[in-house]
């Protein structure tokens, strides 16, 4: 009996299935010629050709209809199957005994072959083995005895089955990450093109009131710093890429739907699916503010929780001292970068700066915040801290930490 496919994980392809039944299709015109000089070959043996004459013209038929289909279905998988074993299994009718118990081939040889790929492309490994035991269990009914070459055929079928079926699940996943690159990268075009739009309107008639508020005084001072705050959220919003954005693990993104979302919170966007992992990138975009401008890459930065918590309160001490020895009005900048082997932080400041001796000054008092809090924290993880800085300069802190993932580093 023919199989029954699974089509439960079978997900349309206009480019795999176009190629692959191309493929299909001339594989089995070939196959069947073939068959057809095989037959031709072992005429003499024949007891009754016109049964060898209607299983070739049957295999020429669905060769030739086949291809006709829009895509493959589990119907079409089923009658290429049961034609197939059919065709096997008419052997014994065409050939006499004596050249069956020699071992002679079977009437559509390799032409069976093509059912276990079309059951490979339609529903990959699964579909593929499936309709693979179906051919060799009908091998193995029609050889009479069974001999080392029926054996032979049947671990290629299996074999046939299982890689053409892996090379089909390979693709489709191929093609469901490229299509979630191509939305990613448009939708991104898009925000980049209305940030501009927005940019030489919107922001400019804010620094306009921010401006002229300043000029006036007064009561207008309020009404420009107001102007100035929702320019600067402003702003950031259309300059920032959350890491979100591109993220192509999305669920919608792995379901094949294509949509990404436009902006993720960073409570639901910090901690990835496992709980043992997290989004770095994330996790400091909450550290930004009127007074610290947070600078991500385009994607995603997951590393160990533990890694990320460890990072995170590095920074948040080195926005501390800022705060705290930078001067008033200090702003700071924290600007993140992943280079696949390593990450590195870096928390910039425009404040007072400090002599070089400063950092052993502050150990040697018992102050511990650059030596414990920043540099210790990044020191276990494998990573280093430092510093560069001059009065009146402001400071730039740069952290490295290694990805535990990479040969070679700590964990």
């Not at 299909?24 to 015109?29: D, F, G, M, S, T």
């Not at 579909?127 to 693979?132: D, K, P, S, Y």
């Not at 060799?136 to 055929?153: E, G, K």
């Not at 800022?322 to 280079?339: P, Q």
């Amino acid at each position: 009996m023919a199989p029954a496919v699974p089509d439960a994980r079978y997900a349309p392809s206009p480019l795999i299935d176009s190629a692959a039944g191309r493929g299909l299709a001339i594989y089995r015109l070939l196959s069947l010629l073939y068959a057809s000089l095989v037959v031709w070959t072992h005429r003499a043996d024949l007891d009754a050709p016109w049964v060898a004459v209607v299983v070739l013209l049957v295999l020429l038929a669905w060769s030739l209809v086949a291809p006709l289909l829009p895509r493959p279905t589990r119907l079409a998988i089923v009658v290429e199957t049961a034609i197939a074993v059919g065709a096997i299994l008419a052997t014994n009718l065409a050939y006499s005994p004596d050249a069956v118990a020699g071992g002679v081939p079977t009437i559509p040889t390799n032409w069976s072959a093509g059912a276990v790929m079309a059951g490979a492309l339609y529903s990959g490994i699964r579909g593929g083995l499936l309709v693979a035991v179906v051919v060799a269990v009908s091998n193995l009914v029609q050889a009479d005895p069974d001999s080392a070459l029926t054996y032979h055929n049947i671990v290629l079928l299996l074999l046939l089955g299982a890689l053409v079926g892996l090379a089909v699940n390979l693709a489709r996943e191929s093609q469901v990450r490229l299509e979630a690159a191509i939305t990613a990268s448009e939708r991104l075009a898009e925000r980049e093109r209305i940030g501009r739009q927005v940019h030489d309107g919107v922001l400019q008639a804010l620094a306009l009131i921010n401006r002229r508020g300043r000029e006036i005084g007064g009561e207008s001072l309020a009404l420009a710093e107001l102007a100035a705050d929702q320019e600067r959220a402003l702003r950031t919003l259309i300059t920032r890429v959350e890491p979100a954005l591109l993220d192509a693990a999305h669920p919608d993104v792995r379901a094949g739907r294509g949509h990404v979302p436009f902006a993720t919170s960073p409570a639901t966007a910090s901690r990835d699916e496992h709980d043992d992992r997290a989004d770095l990138a994330s996790r400091l975009a909450e550290r930004r503010t009127a007074a610290v401008e947070v600078v991500l890459p385009a994607r995603t930065v997951v590393l160990p929780a533990h890694h990320v918590d460890e990072i995170d309160a590095a920074v948040a001490a080195a926005l501390d001292n800022v705060e705290r020895h930078a001067g008033e009005g200090a702003r700071a900048w924290v600007l993140l970068d992943d280079t696949g082997e390593e990450v590195v932080v870096t928390v910039r400041d425009n404040g007072a700066g400090m002599t070089d001796e400063r950092l052993a000054e502050a150990a040697d008092q018992g102050r511990l915040g650059c030596s414990s809090s920043i540099a210790g924290r990044v020191r276990d993880l494998g990573g280093s801290a430092g510093w560069r800085s001059r009065p009146g300069s402001g400071c730039t802190v740069t952290l490295r930490v290694p990805r535990p993932d990479v040969a070679g580093s700590r964990t």
